[in-house]
């Protein structure tokens, strides 16, 4: 009885531990993984995706950031890998992949294809006043660019969520119920336009900070041994070789060398900044003229370019306590609205 209770408390003292305390002491190494979900549209549904991840083992937080459509999981990568994260999202038809170090996530792209094919049939179907079985074509609209619809308003429909996918459908199947083939057609087009329009803004939104990051390399080279290792490998203390024409890789102050760095890209500075033993350098500031050897004084995820990134994320992922009360009136209001009609 004592051993059941010692484990018990035991236990609790474990979920009480601040996340990293917790995973050195049952041996865990979390690591997280940044996705690009392009079926993310609205707020509605952050849930679907919440619902879909948290059930995987090892999986300990998710964040959704909205309006670069970003979906941030910590996980356990020995018990939940990260293919297994895209193929849970993919199969609710939501177009994840996993964003490499350094990319610059969402890209600007050409419609898809059934935006494509949805348009073209639209169109014709508006010469239906010259040739009347032309407005079948109308109804060959809807159900081209529909299949994503169907696809995530599915998933959500499973898991008991209601999200924008399932309203349109709704919409989708009461023009069809009343023979208005154009209104279903024009519906699904203009969604489905509206989303892709949404992706082009988010990249654009976020195309400063993106570039930011893409400019510091994924490697660095020891001043000790020459050796070059992965950047996320790399202690505080480490003496690392910067050659002009090299970005800074970490956060770090001069010990050996001087040269001028170019900070522009994080404090606005037009002019090269001249450094010298008990200088401090910046990761993604360029080394313009000269080699020097730098001792690091943080780790790479905790960067200054780092550290912004997590301010951006967090500013993005923030909500005001006017949209947080729409939204909590939105998961009864909507429902109540449709049973009532």
């Known amino acids: 009885m004592t051993d059941g209770g010692d484990n018990r408390r035991d236990a609790a003292l474990e979920e009480s531990l601040l996340p990293e305390e917790a995973a050195a002491r049952t041996g865990k190494k979390y690591e997280k993984t940044y996705l690009d979900v392009l079926g993310v549209c609205c707020s509605a549904e952050v849930a679907l995706v919440e619902r879909l991840l948290a059930p995987l083992d090892g999986v300990r937080a998710v964040s959704v950031v909205v309006p670069s459509r970003t979906v941030i999981v910590e996980h356990d990568p020995e018990a939940t890998s990260q293919s297994r994260i895209v193929k849970v999202l ?101 969604f489905t336009t509206a989303e892709w329009l949404e992706t082009l803004a988010c990249t654009k939104a976020s195309a400063g900070m993106s570039s930011l990051m893409s400019m510091i390399p994924p490697k660095a080279v020891l001043a000790e041994t020459g050796e070059v290792v992965n950047v996320r490998d790399i202690g505080v203390g480490a003496v690392i070789a910067v050659r002009a024409g090299e970005v800074v890789p970490v956060d770090g102050v001069v010990v050996d060398g001087q040269s001028e760095v170019d900070e522009r890209s994080l404090t606005g500075e037009s002019y090269p900044v001249p450094k010298q033993p008990q200088s401090e350098v910046w990761a993604g500031t360029l080394n313009l003229d000269g080699y020097i050897a730098v001792r690091t004084t943080a780790l790479a995820e905790n960067s200054t370019v780092a550290k912004m990134e997590k301010l951006v994320e967090e500013a993005q992922n923030s909500r005001s306590k006017t949209q947080r009360l729409i939204d909590s009136c939105a998961k009864y209001y909507t429902p109540g609205t449709l049973r009532r009609d």
């Open 90 to 190: 993919n199969g609710a038809g939501l177009e994840a992949s996993v964003r490499a170090y350094g990319s610059s996530g969402i890209i600007s792209r050409w419609p898809s294809p059934y935006i494509l094919a949805c348009g073209v049939l639209l169109l014709a179907s508006s010469f239906s006043w010259l040739l009347p079985p032309l407005q079948w074509l109308a109804l060959g609209a809807a159900c081209a660019g529909a299949p994503p619809m169907i696809l995530r308003g599915f998933a959500a429909a499973s898991r008991l969520t209601l999200d924008i996918n399932l309203l349109m459908l709704i919409a989708v199947a009461g023009a069809v119920a009343l023979k208005d083939y154009t209104e279903a057609g024009a519906i699904v087009f203009l």
